[in-house]
Each structure stands twice: as C-alpha cells, then as structure tokens.
C-alpha cells in the first residue's frame, strides 16, 4: 500500500519524533510513504469563517497533488490532519468553495475534493489491522498504562472528520492495547489543551493543560500519547511535570524494536 | 427450401390438419412479396418463401377466429419472437396454430438495391456473401451486407422460440451489437440529438403502416384511432401529433416489443422507427437487467414488475 | 354539456386575502356551461351549504365546482350539501385555492389569476363527470389492536366492553409495555403496576379478548371492514396449553447472566424467564439465543423441572391468519440510544443513567428492591443530577427535532420522590425550558422546587467527567447567574429523548399507513381526525402518533376505540365509488392491469364478441370487482387500448385539467 | 400586445403523499411560484405518459410527478411501478432532445411540506431557465 | 449600546448560520473549557450577533480568549456551532486598518527552543489578517 506522506512543518523541525518513528515504523509495517516533492504549508488552522478561500488554498495544492496522482494523503500531524480533511470535505460537498478554488489556483485538473485523507492511526486500524501490529510488536510494553490524548483537532469538527466518535473514541486506546500496554481511559481525553493560547495567554494553557494531565493521572496513567506537536510542546511544557508525554509513533517504534 | 415447405404445407391442408395457411405470395413484381393465406392445396401454387419474405407473418394471427379450424404459419426465428409474445397476451390461441418454422439468413432490400441503381428485378441469388440479381438490364453481383433489410443486419436470433414442425434447422442467438445506433445517437448532444429527430419525425405522413405491420400494435382500438380516447389523431395542424404519436406507440409496446423491426422496414418515408423501440429496449436492459420479450410465453414483462431497488429517474439526468 | 355552479369561498380573508374572489367568480362565470357563479364568505358554513343547495334546486345544476381550501379538507362535507339537494355527489369537484393558491402566493394579481385556472381545470373535469353509486361492502366485526402497552390494553378494552371481538398482538412476552416499567405516575403519584396490572388482567380475562404475546405483524392484506392478517406467533418453547407460570424453571435455569431487559439489564435473568411477577399471560419463554439446550442439545433442566410438562425444545413459529375489520396501531415507544451523546458519560460510567433505568432504581420490583443505589458501587447517592432534554428538541444527526414531552414531569416527579426519600441528597435539574401544561401539573413541578428544595437550574450540562474516586464532575451552565457550575455528582440522570418503536416503520409499510419524518404516524387530520390513520380502517392509539403521556394515552385509546366501534357496528361499508371499470369492446385481454393490481381485483373471463363480417370471436375481456378494487390506476397506464379507466380520475378527465391549465 | 409567455408548469401529485405535502406547504405559507399547478391523481402510478406529453402539447413548459416515497404507497406498490414508466418515458424524452429537467419525479410525504416548496421553487427556476419548451415542434408546423 | 446590522448580516455571511436557530440552552457554555476567561460567553456571541450588538463583541478580549477547540461547536443541540461567530467577529476585527492583534515584532521574546512552528503560523493565522 503506498500513500502520499504529507509531514507539514513542525515534523522536520522541531517534531523529529514524529516523523522520524513513523517512517521508520511504516517500514517496519510493509507500508509505502512518498513524500509529495514541493510540499508547503497546510494552512495549519481551518478557518470556520465560509469567506476565508486564500487561508485554504495551500491546502487545496496538497489535495490537487493527491488527487492528480490518485493516491490518498497520509498525515500524522492532527493539525495537518484536520486542515486537509476539513479541506477535503468542504471541496466535496461545498460547491462555491471549489469553484472559488479552481479559480484562484488554475490548476490543469480541476480539485474535486475526491481524495481520502487519512491519518497515520487510520492507516494503522484500517490497512494495517492492530492485529497485525500485536504480532509484529517485539518488545511489548507490557504492564505500562498509558493515557491516550487525543485533543480537539483530530475528533472534531465530527461531521467532517469521520475519525471516531468524538465524544467517546476508542482508535488510540485499541492501539496502546495493540502494542501490549493497558490504556488508561480519562474524561479530559477529548478536552481542549489550551494549545493555541500558549503564546499569548500562559496561564490558561497551564491551567488546562494540567487539567488534562492531572485527569490522566489521577486515572492512573503514567504517561500520555499524542499525534499533535502543538499539543506536546503545550502539555510538557505548562502540563506542569504531571506526567510524561510521547508521541504515539515513538511508543510505535520502541515496541516494534525499530527505535 | 421452398418446395420442401410447400409439400409440408400441402400434407397438412390435405389431411384436413389446418384449413388454412398464412404464408406469403408474389405480386406483380419478382420482388413483391407480400402476406397471403391460402385455403387449398391448388393456392399453394402461388406460395413463395424466397429472398424477399420480409414480412413478420405472426401478427396475421390476431384476427383469425379462434376456434375450430386451425390455421398454419410460415414463421421466420424472428418471427417466432412475436408470436410468442402474442400468446403470452392472449392475443391468439395456441391451439389452434400450427407453426412451421423456416431458416432465415437475412433477407433483402429491393429498396437498398434500388438506391444502388438497380433496378428492374427479375431475379435473384444468393450465394455466401454474394448476392447475384437478374435485372431487365442484366446481371449483377452485390456483396449481401449492403442489400441486407436494416433489421436483418441487427438480426438478434436465428433461432425459433416456438414451432411445430421446422424445415431446414434452427439457428442460435445472435451476438451482433444491435444497440449501435442508439448509442451513436445517445452519444450525440442533446441538440444534435434534437435536429435528429426534428428531421426524421417531421416526415412522418401518418400512414399507421408502422402500427399496422406492428407484431405488439394489436389493440382491439388503437386509442388513436378512438375518439372517446382524447388523444384520437388530428390532423396535422398542432405541432405535436406525431411527436405523441410516435412516443406512445413506442412506449406501449415497450416491453412487449421483440425488435422485429418491422416497423421501420414498412415505413414509406425511411423514418428509423425501431431507433425508438430500442432505446426503451436497451434502457430496460440496462435499468432493470436483460430482458428479450417473446422469448417465452409466460415471464412477465418489465413494465408490469418492479423491484424495490429500482434506479430513480435521475439515472437519466445522471447521463446513463 | 352539464350546467355546472361555480361557489367560491372566501374563507374569511383566509382566500380573499389574495385573491379577489369577486373577479374569480366572475371570470368563472364566462366558462362554457357554467350557469351560476357566486361568491360567498364561508362555503363551508351552514349558510354556504344552503347556499350551494339552493342554486343546485333553481337552477337546475348538473355539475358543482366549488372553490375553496383543500379537497382534502372539505370534499366530503360539499358532497354531503349536494347530495341532500338531489345532485349525484361525484358532480362535485373542489379547486384547492387556500393551501394551493391563497397562501402560498402573496401577490393578489397573480393569486387571482391562478385561482382562475384552478376553478377552470375543475370545470373542465365536472364537464366529464358522471354521476357515481358507491357499492358496498360487508364489515368483519373484530378489531385487532397492535401493541400491548396502556394504550393498546385500554382501546381493546373499551372495543371488547362494546361486544366485539379483538385481538391484540405484543411483540413481548408479556402485554403491559412501558407503564409496567415505571415507578410512581405523575402528578398525582400513584403506584403505576397498582392501576395498570388490573387493566392487564381485565385484558386477559375478557371473553372478548384474545391476547397474542411473543407474536408480530407478519403481513397485511385488504382494506377497511376487510383486513387479512397474517400474525407470527412466535416459538416460546413452552407450550401456553401447559404452562402454569409457576417459575421453577426460572430459578433452575443454569444461564444466569442474561441482562434482564425489563430491568434495564442492570440486573440478570436467566435463559427461560417470565419477564415480571404479574407478567399476562404467565408463561416462561426461553430465549432461543442463550438457552444450551437449543444451542448445543445439552441441558434440559427446565424440562426435567417442569412437573406440567410444558417445555417443548421442538416448537416452531406459527403463522396465524385472521380476518379484521378495523386495525389499532398502538406500538408506543423507546428511548433513543444515549451513547451517542457521550459528552454526558453514559457510556463510558456506570452511574449515568437514563430515566427510565431511574424508574427501575427506584421500584420495588427493581434490582435494588426499591432503594435508591449507585449501580457501580450499591452505594448511596448525595447529590443527583437530572438533565433534562437529552436528544430531544435537538436537530444534529443523533438526536430529535421535537420535545419529548413527559421528561419535564417525569424529572420533577424523580427529583422529589428523591427529595422526599433521602432528604439529605442534593438534586440539581438542569432545564432549557420547564414545560408542564397539564391539569395539576405546574402546580406539581412547582411543589418540586418550593417544598421539595430540588435546585431548577436554567442552563445545559457540557460534559460529565468521571473521577477515580466514583464521583462525576459535571460542568453545566448557569445562565441565570453567567456562571459554568462544576458540581460533583454521585449519580447523573438523563432525559433521554423518546423515539417511535423501531418496529413500527415496517408496520406502516404493511399497512400503507404514511408516517412522518420522524417515523411517528401521521393522523388523518391533525386537529379534526387525531386518532385516524389516513388510511382507512387503521387507527392510532399512544405515542406511536407523537410523543404523550399517560392520561393523554388512555384519553387518545379510548377515542381511537369509538372510532373503532363505529366502523364495527355497521353491517356493511360504503365502498369508494371512484375505482377502475374495464371497457370489454376495447380490452384485448393481455393481462397487464392483471399483474400490477396490488389487490387481485381484476379477473377475466372469456365473450365473444361479433367481427365486422359478422361472425363471432372469442376474446378475453377484465373486468373490475368494485369492492376490492381500491381506485389506484396501476392498471389503467397500463392498458394500451385504454380499456380500463378509473371513475373520477379517467384519461379524459385528467387530460381536460391538462388542457385547461394549459390554455 | 405580446404577452410575455411566464414558464408553465403541470405538478401531478398523488392524493395521499405529495397533494397532502403540498397542502402542509399552503398551511405553513411555504411560498413557492405560482405558475405550478396541481393536478391531483389518486396515485403517482395513475399518471399516464399521455397526460406528461399532452400537457406539453398544450403548451406545458414543465413537468414534474409527485409520489409516496418507495415503500410507503398507500396502495402498496403504486409508485414503483410509476417509477420505472417514467424513468423510461423521461430516458426516452431525452433521446429524442429534449431537455432532462423539463421533467422530474421526486418523493414528497404529506409531512415533507418543506420539502414540497423546496422541490417546487428549485424546478421552476430550473424550468425559467430553460425557457418555452419549444423542442416537440415539427418542422412542417414552425411558425 | 450599539446596534449594527450590518455588521450583523456580515457575521452571519461568514458564518452561514442562522443565529435564530440557537434555542438559548446553554449547552455551548456549559461546555467551553475557556469559559472564566471570557468576558462574553458561547451563548452570548449568538444573542449580541443577533442582535446586532457586534461592536461590543468586537471590542471585547474574549476574542482571544477562545481556544478553536470546537467542543461547543461539535456539543451544540441545533447546529449553531458558536466557534464559528467567535471566528467571524474576530476576523472583523482583524480585517479592519489597525486590527492585528499580533504584531511580528512581538513575536521573538515570546519564543523558545522547543515551540513548534505550528505555534507561530497558528497565532499568525488566528490573529492577525
């Protein structure tokens, strides 16, 4: 199976982890990552307003790529994820949208919005199976309980993501499962990290994001996983030291021997 | 062929088996063959089944009575078809036909050949692929594809569906592609499509050959024809009556229509009626699976079912 | 050509608001062979009616075209005016210029112009009216109600004390439906099984009744005063003739842990059960899908501990046929899934709950014996929460577009019960909107809040969060006082929105009923015909026609079963005279309108018939059985010949319409 | 004086379903334009391919067909057997040039009023777009 | 009080969302985890919008304050989805001459060495246009 590799950004900068373990990862797997050559920016934040088209045609170049070559777009960033999935969505059911786009960016095939985005944990339940990865794990992290954190951007908006119930999801935890540790089910799970405010507003982004942490700490994990560097980098950093934090494909790497 | 089929038919007016035979007979000229029934054997005389046999003989059947006396037949495969069709509609009574089948290679159009600048027919052969005519001016040789009756060229079976006795043996279904010309014409754009048919409808003199020569057009009153109807034909002044007309009668018979093509091959000013009769033909195939009326006598025809599953009309619009 | 009187109808400004009815009459009145035309406030009052009458008696008329609201609304009672005034009533023909015209349409101009092609469409039809004989046809005299809750038990009851027979088929094991789930009723708190297990007895006991439980619809043929019904009773395998309920096999089934449906599986049954204590009819059943005798050919204890010999493993599904007059469609109601709103946590604690698991919570017979427990721990709750329109009045995917209508009362009547019980619990409601009209009813929920100290809060709950320690953080809003509230609760309530059975969108299709968006089933007209389904013959009686509480279902079964009895005292029925005819000189007899009648109303036989020369033919002619044909046309579109054609709708008829619209 | 011709279009809509749908749109004062006009039928399969072409004969500049939806006819099985005749009519239509959206079938329950104006307003201006409906015109009889 | 329905009919163009259609439960409130920091909660930005009462939105740090989160946005009962006016006052605000909230100079004291692109681009993206 091979998908369009689509990093983003932060990947090759300050989230190696990342990107590094899910390669090496999906090779360890059997699945192909191209890389799209002259990739830019997604976009990073969906906006909500309808009359924003230029703050999404990046995203739109990264779709017409995919769609021009008949391949579907693999992201493992949860923001990249959410913008092109929205993206995608809005090409294919909003139909002022898409004659907006065409006519701004000229392409020789017109963008349809006809192309699958999935994300890397897709990718790992739907074409890969999490029975298959039970097998392939070398060195399960037996014992360990692991909280999953999913955080707002790849359950919601949950219409046009299509990734999970969001308000009860189940794909990070069958994963933990998959790679022999125990997951940790906790409330704030699915809650805002304060992410975005982290910049401007640092005691709103401690105070949620220990919300968050304490939750799965009081639920008894001793770590917690997450696909978003924004994410990552908010819980480390104003999580106050409550618990760990790792991306998902490093745990990936480290249980399939790969690390 | 035709000798063989004249003594069969002879035997069975002798014995008393039928009184009557529907079969065809020369007119004034060697290629006017036309419909003709024959009640002794000294009539017989004048049977002929040759190269010119076009007629579909199984509508003739309708208006025969019925009962008692029993009547035979001279039924090409695709003849065969029709009647079939006819019996499954009640429309005539099993019992009391006879049906004798008889091979059909294709037959020709003196028509086609006039085109050609033949003329004066006095003769004819068939030989493979070749067709040699005699003429008052002398012989010719034309290749047989070329003279073809339009509806022989996209013949679908050679074989009888139903018979009593065959001279000669039956054939097999035949795997031409007969839906060409509604697909070149579906392929065209919906104006071109229109002038099409602007030019071809437009020459219609409303003569009602095509629904007189028609195996499927047997109505007690053709409602066209019937003034209690509201739809009884006027004269040409509103724009729209053979336009109806045609419509109609081409979705009446859809489904019950064989693609015997005779509607075309009757038509005096060339308008490509059985264009019509396919269309629904093919869209039926498509929309609701295969279906070949008078293969049988007893399925019930498309229009008279449904499935749940049934494509919504915008399969049209879809472009389908 | 007929004289045909044209009346058109003001209806107050209702019409005349935007069409001017004077033009239209006199437009109206320069039709070929209209004699009168007049205009009048209410046509469909009294006067209006005398009206119509007395222009029929002067001037002779032989067609009336009225033009008025819907046909669907009055054509009956025009018909009736004109009857009595010696006109046939199929010469009356209404043109819809109120819901078609009037009130769609806000410029007078144009409302005028089409109010004028509507009344011309008509006269041209009347012009091909002929006058119509309705036929007639014999009433089978048992009513079958479908669905054995209250309002099933309480329309067969009424129709059975009337003196005829009816059957009700529950798809249960046992007839008693929601109301033997709950706890107390509102307002005036009464022990629901106290009232409703003599009704279920009464039902059971009535020489009138005969109680089909475990059995479903299978299929439905005919029409009103003659349904055919094909009802699958299915395997109990237990044989009713033996069984005398007396519940050893219960108690030495060795499956025990099937969830107990009736209590909301927050306790377990066993494989062979008897759903509640006064369960009608008390008989076991065995659940074919857990039973080891049935699945592996091991066990058999309920049969070696049967001392009545009851146990019959080789019982199959019986397919029972009945004949019925009238059909009661009382197939009430669930609640909707509340997983899929998990911001609330019912799926993910234990102590979430719904309402209607708070009715088994708090009830005797339930799996705490009454006593208020938290299902994680059995541990007492302090503070409640109760939430109020959980799925309801919500227009995303999961939830619904209406209000629910008893969670209100239901909630108030939970929170005081509570509040009355364990004083020393703190119990939170939070509302959107407290909606409690009803007799006694504010003054109810009201008692709740003054005497019963339950705090009303006005706002929504966000999320329910579950703490380690057995708690549930619940973040709601205040919008009263601008605040987000974090409560800890030991236990959560959720009104859960109520939805039609499941069951019943295949019953509809059976019984041609149509339903709305919401999969309730639509009334013949909301305000005049509540209780009658638009098709005729089949009645509504419960929540299956919209969301109601108790006294609104007892109130709604006991109209549905005068609707009932008036349909079953009659000896014969009047038959809808508008159906097909054939026309034998024109048929060829080819079968078509055959195959698609859907009511076997066509049949054939053999005439002759004369030829030009004189001679006869045999032929093969239709013809119509006018009391079963229903008037739909199937057969008439597919009649080539145009043989067959529908009284009051015929080709020519609708082609006149066609004809006048388009001039 | 030439009248400027408005689009005219014939809705057939049977009595239970869709004449009913369009009776909710009237008590709801769902406007839509005026130049539909109703003609009720007992049941979407009583619509006879006739009536469709008569009414463009007489000048008719659309047509729409309104039934039960499938599987809720009130006489069981109407609206199927409507919906392969006028699939095949409004295929055959289009064969012979005429434009697809001068016709249309759609479902409309006696609860979808909503969705009967909707319907109604979108295929009128689908109609006003199109203009006179000119194409079954023969050629000897132009003006 | 100002009253601006141009302003008014502008949200609701970028939103495409009726704010009639918002029953007043609270819901998106009760669920927002920013909601003491704001000065205007979820369900006030769809009563002042509708009322015409943008400037005060507009005015107002609660612009800045919303964490994109869209908990209210997925939890609303009638598909208001409160995120969206939120976003759209706050590009009205930003689009206006000397609306940017955040200034690229502001940008290098607030860095660290383990802040993710994502950050920047995304404070970029939201607040300033």
Redesign the interface.
């Known amino acids: 199976m091979i998908f369009s590799y689509y990093p ?3 990947l090759r ?3 190696k982890d990342l990107d590094v373990y899910a390669r090496k990862c999906a090779l360890a797997l059997g699945v192909e990552l191209v890389e799209p050559k002259d990739w830019q ?1 997604c ?3 969906y ?6 088209i230029a ?1 999404r045609l990046s995203a739109v170049r990264v779709l017409q790529d995919a769609q021009s070559r008949s391949v579907s777009v693999l992201t493992v ?1 949860s ?1 990249c994820h959410n913008v092109l999935k929205q993206c995608a969505y809005d090409l294919k059911n909003d139909a002022d949208f898409r004659n907006k786009a065409n006519a701004y960016s000229e392409f020789d095939i017109p963008v349809t919005g006809e192309v699958d985005v999935v994300h890397y944990l897709e990718m790992l339940r739907d074409t890969v199976g999490f029975d298959t990865i039970k097998q392939k794990v070398v060195n399960p992290l037996t014992g360990k309980k692991i909280g999953a954190y999913y955080g ?1 951007l790849l ?4 219409k046009k993501m299509g990734f999970d119930d ?2 009860n999801p189940a794909i990070i935890e069958e994963f933990i499962k998959a790679l022999g540790a125990e997951p940790v089910i906790y409330p704030y799970r699915n ?2 990290c ?8 640092k005691p ?1 982004a401690q105070k ?1 994001s220990q ?1 968050v942490l304490e939750s799965a700490k009081e639920m008894g994990a001793e770590c917690v996983i997450t696909a978003c ?2 994410c990552l ?1 908010n819980l ?2 104003n999580g106050g030291d409550t618990l760990p934090v790792y991306y998902f494909t490093e745990l990936l790497a480290e249980a399939l021997g790969v690390k | 062929m035709q000798e063989m089929i004249k003594s069969k038919l002879a035997e069975l007016l002798s014995t008393g088996a039928v009184t009557k035979v529907i079969g065809w007979k020369r007119g004034e000229n060697f290629y006017d063959v036309s419909p003709a029934a024959f009640e002794s054997v000294e009539s017989l005389a004048d049977f002929v089944y040759d190269d010119f046999c076009g007629a579909n003989l199984s509508k003739f059947l309708v208006k025969e009575p019925g009962k008692e006396s029993k009547v035979a037949v001279v039924l090409k495969p695709c003849d065969t078809f029709s009647l079939n069709q006819l019996i499954k509609e009640n429309r005539v009574n099993r019992e009391n036909i006879f049906v004798l089948g008889v091979p059909c290679e294709g037959k020709l159009s003196e028509e086609k050949m006039r085109v050609m600048g033949i003329v004066g027919l006095t003769g004819c052969k068939v030989e493979g692929d070749k067709v040699t005519v005699e003429t008052l001016y002398g012989t010719e040789t034309l290749d047989k594809n070329d003279v073809l009756l339009t509806k022989c060229a996209t013949c679908h079976s050679k074989k009888h569906v139903i018979f009593d006795e065959l001279i000669g043996e039956t054939g097999e279904d035949s795997d031409v592609d007969r839906f060409v010309g509604v697909a070149e014409l579906e392929a065209m754009s919906e104006d071109e499509r229109y002038e099409f048919w602007r030019n071809e409808l437009s020459r219609c003199i409303r003569c009602n050959a095509c629904r007189n020569a028609c195996p499927a057009c047997t109505c007690e009153k053709c409602v066209f024809d019937n003034d209690a109807s509201g739809v009884a034909a006027k004269s040409n002044a509103n724009s729209f009556e053979e336009n109806m007309f045609h419509i109609i009668r081409a979705y009446h018979v859809a489904g019950r229509c064989t693609d015997c093509g005779e509607c075309s091959r009757v038509c005096p000013q060339h308008i490509p009626l059985h264009l019509l009769n396919r269309k629904f033909i093919k869209d039926i195939n498509t929309f609701y699976g295969d279906f070949q009326a008078g293969a049988d006598a007893e399925s019930e025809h498309p229009l008279v079912h449904f499935t749940e599953n049934d494509p919504e009309p915008s399969i049209v619009k879809e472009g389908k | 050509m007929q004289r045909i009187g044209v009346f058109v109808c003001h209806c107050g400004t209702n019409i005349a608001g935007t069409v001017d009815v004077k033009t239209v009459a006199e437009m109206l009145g320069k039709e070929p062979g209209v004699v009168f035309s007049t205009d009048y406030q209410y046509m469909c009052s009294e006067a209006g009616q005398t009206l119509i009458q007395d222009a029929i008696k002067e001037h002779n008329l032989g067609g009336v075209v009225i033009c008025s609201c819907s046909p669907r609304m009055h054509e009956q009672t025009f018909r009736k005016a004109c009857a009595k005034a010696g006109l046939n009533p199929y010469m009356v023909e209404v043109a819809n210029i109120r819901e078609q015209c009037s009130w769609i349409h806000k410029d007078v101009a144009e409302g005028t112009e089409k109010a004028v092609i509507l009344g011309r469409a008509a006269i041209a039809k009347v012009h091909l009216n002929a006058p119509l004989t309705a036929g007639e046809s014999p009433v089978v005299k048992r009513a079958l109600v479908i669905g054995g809750g209250i309002a099933g038990m309480q329309t067969a009851l009424d129709i059975a004390d009337a003196g005829f027979e009816v059957d009700i088929v529950e798809k249960n094991a046992t007839i008693g439906g929601k109301m033997a789930q709950i706890d107390k009723t509102f307002p005036t708190l009464d022990c629901s099984a106290c009232i409703l297990t003599p009704k279920m007895v009464d039902c059971a006991q009535h020489e009138k009744i005969n109680i089909y439980a475990y059995s479903e619809v299978e299929d439905v043929k005919g029409f009103v005063g003659n349904f055919s019904v094909a009802i699958r009773k299915k395997a109990r395998y237990v044989d009713e003739t033996k069984c005398t309920g007396c519940g050893i096999c219960t108690e030495k089934c060795p499956v025990k842990n099937i969830p107990n449906e009736f209590n909301m599986g927050m306790d377990n049954r066993r494989s062979i059960y008897i759903p509640f204590a006064q369960a009608v009819p008390k008989i076991a059943t065995i659940d074919p899908n857990t039973c080891n005798k049935l699945k592996t050919g091991k066990c058999g204890v309920c049969s070696k501990v049967c001392g009545a010999g009851a146990i019959d493993y080789t019982q199959k599904d019986e397919i029972i046929r009945r004949e019925y007059g009238a059909i009661v469609v009382a197939t009430g109601f669930n609640m909707i899934d509340m997983t899929k709103f998990d ?1 609330f946590g019912y799926a993910q604690s234990k102590d979430v709950i719904t309402s209607l698991e708070f009715e088994r919570l708090t009830n005797a017979a339930g799996p705490t014996g009454g006593t208020l427990l938290r299902p994680s721990d059995g541990k007492h709750p302090h503070t409640i929460v109760f939430v109020q ?1 959980c ?1 309801s ?4 995917e999961n ?1 619904k577009p209406y209000c629910s209508k008893i969670c209100c009362m239901y909630t108030a009547k939970h929170a005081m019960l509570t509040r009355e019980k364990y004083p020393d619990t703190d119990v939170y409601v939070f509302y ?1 909107d407290v909606r409690t009209p009803g007799k006694n009813f504010d003054e109810f929920y009201r008692r709740a809040v003054e005497q019963y100290g339950v705090h009303y809060v ?6 329910v969060a579950p703490r380690a320690d057995g708690t549930l953080h619940v ?3 205040d ?1 009263l006082a ?1 605040e ?1 509230l974090h409560i800890d609760a030991d236990l959560v309530v959720l009104a859960g929105a109520i939805e039609p059975d499941k069951s019943a969108r295949g019953l509809a299709t059976k019984l041609t009923a149509s339903m709305d968006t919401n999969d309730f089933f639509t009334e013949a007209h909301p305000k005049l015909r509540p209780v009658e389904s638009p098709t005729a013959g089949v009645f509504l009686s419960g929540v299956c026609q919209g969301p109601k509480d108790i006294p609104e279902t007892v109130a709604q079964a006991g109209a549905a079963a005068s609707k009932v009895i008036g349909l079953l005292v009659k000896d014969k029925l009047t038959c809808n005279p508008c159906v097909a005819q054939s026309d034998e000189l024109l048929c060829n007899g080819c079968s078509g309108c055959e195959h698609v009648c859907p009511y076997g109303a066509i049949t054939y036989e053999t005439k002759e018939f004369m030829q030009f020369d004189r001679s006869m033919k045999p032929r093969r002619v239709a013809s119509v059985n006018p009391a079963v044909c229903q008037g739909c046309g199937a057969c008439t579109v597919t009649c080539p010949s145009g043989a067959m054609d529908l009284k009051g709708f015929s080709n020519r008829q609708i082609m006149a319409e066609v004809d006048a619209i388009c001039k | 004086m030439q009248i400027e011709k408005k689009p005219l279009i014939v809705a057939f809509c049977c009595n239970w379903c869709s004449y009913a749908g369009a009776d909710l749109a009237g008590t709801n004062r769902l406007n839509y334009p005026a130049n539909v006009k109703i003609i009720r039928v007992p049941c979407s399969c009583r619509v006879n391919p006739l009536f469709i072409l008569k009414a463009f004969q007489r000048g008719a500049d659309g047509v729409i067909i309104c039934g039960c939806h499938p599987g809720d006819c009130h006489y069981t099985t109407g609206n199927y057997y409507a919906r392969r005749r006028i699939t095949l009519l409004f295929s055959m239509l289009s064969y012979l040039g005429i434009e697809k959206n001068r016709v249309r079938l759609e479902w409309v329950s006696a609860a979808e009023g909503a969705k009967f104006a909707a319907t109604m307003q979108s295929f009128a201006e689908e109609i006003a777009e199109l203009g006179e409906c000119k194409r079954l015109e023969d050629l000897r009889c132009k003006k | 009080m100002k009253i601006d329905m141009n302003k008014r009919d502008s949200v609701i ?4 969302i009726n704010p009639r ?1 918002c ?15 704001m000065e205007y ?1 979820p ?1 006030q930005f769809i009563s002042l919008v509708e009322a015409g009462r943008v400037d005060e939105l507009m005015a107002s740090e609660s612009l ?2 919303c ?5 209210c ?7 208001v ?1 409160p ?2 006016f939120v ?2 006052v706050r ?1 009205l605000k930003l689009r206006e001459h000397g609306g940017n909230h ?1 200034a690229p100079e502001a940008i290098p004291e ?1 860095l ?1 060495a ?10 970029f ?3 300033s246009k």
């Open positions: 983003g950004c932060t900068t300050r989230a920016c976009g990073v934040v906006p909500l307003a309808g009359d924003e703050h960033c923001a707002c359950l919601r908006p949950g969001p308000e809650e805002c304060g992410g975005y405010v982290t910049l401007e507003n709103l949620k919300t560097p924004l980098y480390k950093k | 911001e329109c799925g009045r919500s227009t995303t939830g959107i006005k706002g929504m709950v966000g999320k973040q709601a809003s919008l601008g987000q | 163009r970028m939103t495409g259609t029953m007043k439960c609270g819901k998106c409130s009760a669920t927002c985890p920013s909601f003491d920091e909660h369900h800045y304050n964490l994109a989160c869209m908990a946005l997925e939890r609303c009962p009638r598909g989805e995120a969206k976003e759209a590009n955040l607030m660290d383990d802040l993710p692109q994502q950050a920047i681009v995304s404070a993206r939201k607040y």
